[in-house]
C-alpha cells in the first residue's frame, strides 16, 4: 500500500521531502486511494445509476468549505458570474430582474446607458418569453442566464409594458456591461466631495482618480471616500486607489504565505493626484479585505481619518488557479499586512473547536478613529425590505405617475398610500417588542408557567401588539428613505437614488462633523 500511496503523489507532481511534509503527502496518497476504491466500488455495484460529476462536485466543493469560505471551486458554467465578482463586465443586456413565480420576469432596474434601457425596456416590464420560448416554468437564474450571451448578438423578448398593458416583441442587441464600483460621486455640501465605491474590480483605480479629478475640477478640497458594506474584489485595486494620495513608492500592504513567492510588499508605482486633500474614509462590519488594505493603508500612513465601525476582519488572500476542462480554483494563499505589520484577520479558520465552530478575535478589523454607529433597521423594516415590497410599491408607484423631479420627497397622502399597499402583503409586522414577548411566552409554556402569569401575559399582548398599519406608521423614518430611493431610481437609475439616501445618512453626518471639528 505503501508504493501506491507514493504513485498517486508523484502522479500529482508533488515532492516528499524530509519529516512532516513526507507523512503529509503520504497521507494525501492514502486519501486518494480510499477516494478512488469508493468510487469503484459505487461505480460497479450501487443499486441505482449515479451522476458522478455532481457527486464530486458536491465532495470537492465540501472539502474545500472545510478549509475557510474563500477557497472555491469554480466550474465552466460559473465562469461568467466569477469574470463579473472580479473585472465587472459580462455580456447581457443590462438590466435587474425579478421571477414571480408562476408568471413572467419582470424587469427590476434597467442598467443607465445599457442596451435593455436604449430599447426601452422599463420598470413594471413583464417579459413572458425569451427567444421564443416561454419563461414561466423558469427559475429567475434560467432566465438570467438566457439573457446573457456574446456582446452583438441579439434576443428577442415577448414583452407586456408596464404602463400601456400593450404585449410587444423587443430586440435587444446584447453589449459588454460593465458594473461600475463607483456608485456615486459628487459634492456632499460646500467644498466636500464624494465617492461611494461598491467594489475593487479591474480598472476601478482608475475611475476612481478620474472621479477625484472633476470633484476637484468641481471645487471638492476634501474628500470622503465611502467603503461601507464594500466587501472587496482585487487587491492591485486598493494599491492603486492608495496610490492617489500618496508619493510614489509607498508601502501599501505586505503578504506572507507558506510558498515564498507570497513573501512581498507591494509599493505604489504611479504618481500620485494629490498628498495634502483631506481625507475621511467611512467603513462599517461590511467593509472587507481590499477595503480593509485601502482604510489601513491610509489610517496607518497618516493620510486619511477612519470612521464608522471596525470593519469585517478579512485579512486573507486568494489566488486564482486553472483546473481541468476550463474550471478554476480560488485559493487562499496568504495574509496581508498593513504598513505598521497589522494583520486584520478576525477569524482563524485553521483552529476550529469539536464542534465545527471558530472564534473571531475582537481586535480584528480596523478600527475607526471616529467612532459612529451605523443605525438598524427594525425587524419590520428590514422585512419589507427583505419580500421586496417597498421595490414593488416603487413600481407601482412609478407605472402611474409619468415623471418626477430629481429631487424627490413623497408626501404625507402618498405615504398613507404606501400603508394600505404593504398592509396588504405578506411580510413580519412584529416589533423588537413583540418578539421578546413571543419569546417570552414560548419559554412560560414550555417551562409549564404560562397558566400563572397568564393575565398579566394577555394584558401585556395587548399593549405591545400592533397591526401592519399601526407599525408602518410608526416606523415611517426608516421606511420614508428607502421608499423614497427606490422610485428615484425606477425614473434615474440607480446614481440618483444615492443622494436621497445621503440626505437621510445620519452616521455620515455625524462622522463628517466630527471631522470637521478636529480641523
Not at 25 to 46: C, D, H, P, R
Request: with cysteine; hydrophobic share 40%.
Amino acid at each position: 500500500m505503501k508504493g501506491t500511496a507514493l504513485a498517486v503523489v508523484l502522479l500529482l507532481g508533488v515532492a516528499a521531502p524530509q519529516g512532516r511534509a513526507q507523512s503529509n503527502n503520504f497521507k494525501l496518497g492514502q486519501s486518494l486511494e480510499t477516494e478512488y476504491a469508493v468510487l469503484q466500488e459505487l461505480a460497479q455495484g450501487y443499486v441505482d445509476t449515479i451522476q458522478f460529476d455532481k457527486m464530486i462536485l458536491a465532495g470537492v466543493r465540501a472539502m474545500l468549505a472545510s478549509l475557510d469560505p474563500y477557497t472555491v471551486y469554480i466550474s465552466e458554467e460559473e465562469g461568467e458570474d466569477f469574470e463579473l465578482m472580479t473585472t465587472g463586465n459580462y455580456g447581457g443586456v443590462g438590466s435587474l430582474i425579478r421571477k414571480l413565480p408562476g408568471e413572467g420576469v419582470r424587469i427590476i432596474e434597467p442598467y443607465e446607458n445599457s442596451p435593455a434601457a436604449k430599447a426601452g425596456l422599463q420598470p413594471g416590464d413583464m417579459i413572458l418569453e425569451i427567444d421564443d420560448i416561454p419563461v414561466y416554468d423558469e427559475t429567475s437564474e434560467q432566465s438570467s442566464s438566457r439573457m446573457k450571451g456574446q456582446p452583438g448578438t441579439d434576443v428577442k423578448f415577448k414583452v407586456v409594458k408596464g404602463r400601456t398593458k400593450d404585449t410587444v416583441d423587443i430586440v435587444v442587441t446584447r453589449e459588454r456591461i460593465h458594473v461600475s464600483d463607483i456608485v456615486y460621486a459628487g459634492i456632499y455640501r460646500d467644498d466636500i466631495g464624494y465617492i461611494q465605491l461598491s467594489g475593487f474590480t479591474a480598472n476601478m483605480a482608475e475611475e476612481f482618480r478620474n472621479a477625484v479629478k472633476a470633484l476637484k475640477d468641481a471645487g471638492a478640497k476634501r474628500l470622503v471616500i465611502d467603503l461601507r458594506d464594500n466587501g472587496g474584489g482585487v487587491m492591485d485595486e486598493a494599491i492603486n486607489l492608495v496610490a492617489t494620495f500618496v508619493p510614489k513608492g509607498t508601502l501599501v500592504v505586505s503578504s506572507k504565505g507558506r510558498v515564498e513567492s507570497m513573501n512581498r510588499d507591494y509599493l505604489t508605482t504611479d504618481a500620485p493626484l494629490d498628498t495634502l486633500m483631506p481625507l475621511l474614509v467611512m467603513v462599517n462590519g461590511h467593509s472587507a479585505s481590499a477595503s480593509e488594505i485601502t482604510a489601513g493603508a491610509l489610517q496607518d500612513l497618516k493620510r486619511a481619518t477612519i470612521a464608522g465601525e471596525r470593519s469585517f476582519g478579512k485579512g486573507l488572500i486568494q489566488s486564482v488557479r486553472p483546473m481541468p476542462y476550463n474550471a478554476q480554483m480560488k485559493l487562499t494563499t496568504g495574509k496581508y499586512y498593513t504598513p505598521s505589520g497589522r494583520c486584520v484577520q478576525a477569524i482563524d479558520y485553521s483552529n476550529r473547536h469539536e464542534d465545527g465552530s471558530l472564534d473571531k478575535d475582537a481586535n480584528g478589523g480596523i478600527a475607526p478613529d471616529i467612532e459612529v454607529p451605523g443605525e438598524l433597521l427594525s425587524r419590520p423594516t428590514a422585512s419589507l425590505v427583505y419580500y421586496d415590497i417597498i421595490g414593488s410599491y416603487a413600481i407601482e408607484y412609478f407605472l402611474k405617475h409619468k415623471t418626477i423631479d430629481r429631487v424627490f420627497h413623497l408626501s404625507d397622502a402618498e405615504y398613507e398610500d404606501f400603508v394600505q399597499y404593504a398592509a396588504t402583503q405578506d411580510f413580519d409586522a412584529r416589533t423588537a417588542a413583540q418578539t421578546a414577548l413571543d419569546q417570552m411566552i414560548k419559554a412560560a409554556q414550555s417551562e409549564g408557567l404560562y397558566d400563572n402569569y397568564k393575565e398579566e401575559i394577555e394584558a401585556l399582548q395587548q399593549k405591545v401588539n400592533m397591526d401592519k398599519e399601526t407599525v408602518l406608521r410608526a416606523k415611517k423614518d426608516e421606511i420614508l428613505p428607502i421608499i423614497e430611493e427606490e422610485i428615484v431610481t425606477c425614473y434615474y437609475f440607480n446614481r440618483a437614488s444615492v443622494p436621497v439616501a445621503l440626505r437621510y445618512d445620519k452616521q455620515l453626518r455625524e462622522a463628517v462633523e466630527k471631522w470637521m471639528s478636529q480641523q
